[in-house]
Nanobody, 124 residues
Framework: QVQPVESGGGLVQPGDSLKLSCAASGGTFRRYAMAWFRQAPGKDHEFVAAIIWSGGRAYYADSVKGRFTISRDNVKNTVHLQMDSLKPEDTAVYYC?????????????????WGQGTQVTVSS
């Protein structure tokens, strides 16, 4: 498996929580970081969160800081995105990304492998 696989999206109300999961490649794959991006209808991909595999340092977009938490499971080669206090503007397709190269974690072009996306809809 090379392409990450996301799961956990759904329809929730503002203020609710949702947890996304992403299963990535294991084995001999030399991972540097994994990240979550999102794309709202008619808009470009937006950086959400990233985690450096070695050490687990996390980074967040200002728009989600304090509400979202990214985490990793080194054994299972998975990442999670715990989303709390969801807002309507969080509505988007969320994509999991994986890369072996170091660089700017917030830049979409740094990631080599992308999942198919999972829909998150926040609406009352």
């Amino acid at each position: 498996q090379v392409q990450p696989v996301e799961s956990g999206g759904g329809l929730v109300q503002p203020g609710d929580s949702l947890k996304l999961s992403c299963a990535a490649s294991g084995g001999t794959f030399r991972r540097y970081a994994m990240a979550w991006f999102r794309q709202a209808p008619g808009k470009d991909h937006e950086f959400v969160a990233a985690i450096i595999w070695s050490g687990g340092r996390a980074y967040y977009a200002d728009s989600v800081k304090g509400r979202f938490t990214i985490s990793r499971d080194n054994v299972k080669n998975t990442v999670h995105l715990q989303m709390d206090s969801l807002k309507p503007e969080d509505t988007a397709v969320y994509y999991c990304a994986d890369t072996a190269r170091s660089g700017s974690y917030y830049y979409r072009g740094m990631y080599d492998y992308w999942g198919q996306g999972t829909q998150v809809t926040v609406s009352s």
